[in-house]
């Protein structure tokens, strides 16, 4: 995906002079959330010698080069920004919103789900409910 996108770039960089130009890339949001036990030594499902243990370098090097290519097609005096949304780290558990707004009497069920159930097809009570979350799939509830 990384790949095409900066293709993509390059070649409408190279078509015409511009005033703006941007890319976002979601790859590193992608990496890190998906494969951060991979590469993470310190992550508790960290399986030492797995086959993407590097995967992170590996992409941040592509990235990098990328970058740099196409950087080269921009005129000398362009100005350059690199920003992410977010930083990242390690993630040891979650905070889930809708879990925590029934706990604290913000969201109210109907029927209280006990496996997972998207939001949309959650029986809420909505005359009692003043938030809920509204995306995403809700965490597995308990039956107590």
């Not at 790859?27 to 890190?32: A, M, P, S, Y």
């Not at 995403?136 to 107590?144: K, N």
């Amino acid at each position: 995906m990384t790949q095409k996108r900066f293709d993509v770039a390059e070649y409408l960089a190279r078509k015409q002079d511009w005033d703006f130009f941007m890319l976002h890339e979601i790859g590193f949001d992608r990496l890190h959330h998906a494969f951060w036990k991979f590469f993470d030594p310190n992550h508790p499902k960290h399986v030492k010698g797995n086959a993407c243990e590097k995967i992170d370098e590996e992409y941040y090097v592509m990235v990098d080069e990328r970058i740099g290519r196409l950087m080269e097609l921009f005129p000398e005096d362009c100005t350059t920004f690199l920003l992410s949304d977010h930083g990242s780290a390690s993630m040891k558990g979650a905070f889930c919103i809708n879990e925590w707004l029934e706990r604290v009497g913000y969201l109210v069920f109907k029927n209280k789900p006990i496996a997972k159930t998207e939001i949309e097809k959650a029986e809420i009570d909505w005359t009692k409910t003043k938030a809920g979350g509204g995306e995403g799939i809700m965490p597995e509830f308990s039956s107590t």
